[in-house]
């Protein structure tokens, strides 16, 4: 597997047919018409991204979620355990709200959280979420989580350009990276598209470190 320098400029063209616990060298060269130039540092390295984990964590997980996708919610406590135990990953967490209007304000209150220093409690607590989002049940996981809905809002509509940049963003290097749903996950330099057990996931660190 060829190996990328960050800094690198290098072209989206992943083929997503290939199995998730194999991985895509981020991102195969090619020259085709509808090819667009991305770099390992704006997908990685977004600065207005939030960061979990260990911010200096000598490898990155990316991970493309909805908070209405239940593989999502199923991995998410799988991905957040290897990150504690680890200690040495840092975790960004790219909003990427595709089924629609709830998926779109969970994500808007997230970000919101993010601007208060919150990002963590409120992701987990959307994460937490059984089935299909409603406001009302967006609204109930965050206050039971503690967080203050109406501070939230403010906070996300105090930096609306950040946050829907942010998203505008995420959305566009998915339709460059070829990316079909979610979850999809980059490690390292290295996409896996789907969903990653804890065996997959611990591997595909391991690569990536290698």
Known sequence: MTRINRRNALIGTAVTSLFATTGISLW???????????TVDEVL?????PVLGNKEG????????DYQCPYCKANHP????????????????????????????ASQLALGAASLGQYEIANEALMETEGRLSNELIRDALVKAGLN????????????DKWDGLMTRNSR??????????PAFIIGTTIYPGSLDAGALRDAVERGRA
């Open 78 to 105: 799988i991905l957040t355990d290897l990150v504690e135990t680890d200690g040495n990953i840092r975790l960004v967490m790219k909003d990427w709200p595709i089924f629609g209007a709830p998926s779109i304000l």
């Open 149 to 160: 809905v109406a501070a939230l809002q403010n906070g996300y509509q105090n930096a609306r």
């Open 28 to 38: 195969p060269s090619g020259s085709g018409a509808q090819a667009q130039e991305l």
């Open 45 to 49: 390295f977004d600065p207005a991204n």
């Open 173 to 182: 290097q998915a339709a460059q990276l070829g990316l079909q749903g979610t």
């Open 58 to 65: 000598n490898i990155t997980i990316v991970e493309f979620f």
